[in-house]
């Protein structure tokens, strides 16, 4: 009878291994970025790398994993696709503890952001549009984009100011 249960034991001990770890959320710091910060990142976070933000370059973003996302938008013609890092994965990244992000531009443009946007739907913070690197002459480096050809509510036009163009900076709150 031990000896089944011992069997028994090892059996789930093995298996419980075998399955796939989720993701940690903020395991411990972020990398120094190597490349132009892109991305600064305060508030209520947990993972920092710079002076308790956390700062991301280009590689660092993509290395969270590439999206795509077939959309339209006001400010541009027909649908386009855009390529960038899902909004959640930086929230998980830096182990965000707020309910809203406050999203600032190059130009200090800034709103407010119910963090829930980021699980609610796929938003990107995108760094291509249509197969090219978004630059600061089109709304780049960093454009958030929600997938509003897929959501009726997020065609309401009184939810464009959350699509920051030229974005640097979120504070979670």
Do not use: C
Not at 30 to 44: E, F, K, M, N
Not at 144 to 149: E, G
């Amino acid at each position: 009878m031990r000896s089944a249960v011992f069997a028994l034991m090892v059996l789930i001990g093995v298996a419980a291994a075998a399955l796939p770890s989720a993701p940690s959320s903020a395991a411990g710091p972020l990398p120094q970025p190597s490349g132009a910060p892109l991305l600064t990142v305060d508030g209520a976070i947990d993972a920092t790398n710079r002076d308790g933000k956390a700062v991301f370059d280009r590689a660092m973003l993509e290395r969270l994993g590439m999206h795509a996302l077939r959309t339209g938008t006001t400010w541009t013609d027909g649908v386009n696709t855009f390529e960038g890092v899902l909004a959640r994965d930086v929230m998980a990244a830096v182990g965000a503890r707020g309910d809203t992000v406050i999203a600032i531009a190059i130009n200090d443009y800034r709103i407010d952001i119910p963090v829930s946007d980021f699980s609610d739907y796929d938003v990107l913070f995108a760094l291509r549009m249509d197969g090219k690197d978004l630059t600061a002459r089109d709304k780049g480096p960093l454009w958030i984009v929600y997938p509003r050809d897929d959501h009726a509510e997020l065609q309401d036009g009184r939810r464009d100011h959350r699509w920051v163009w030229q974005l640097n900076a979120l504070r979670v709150e």
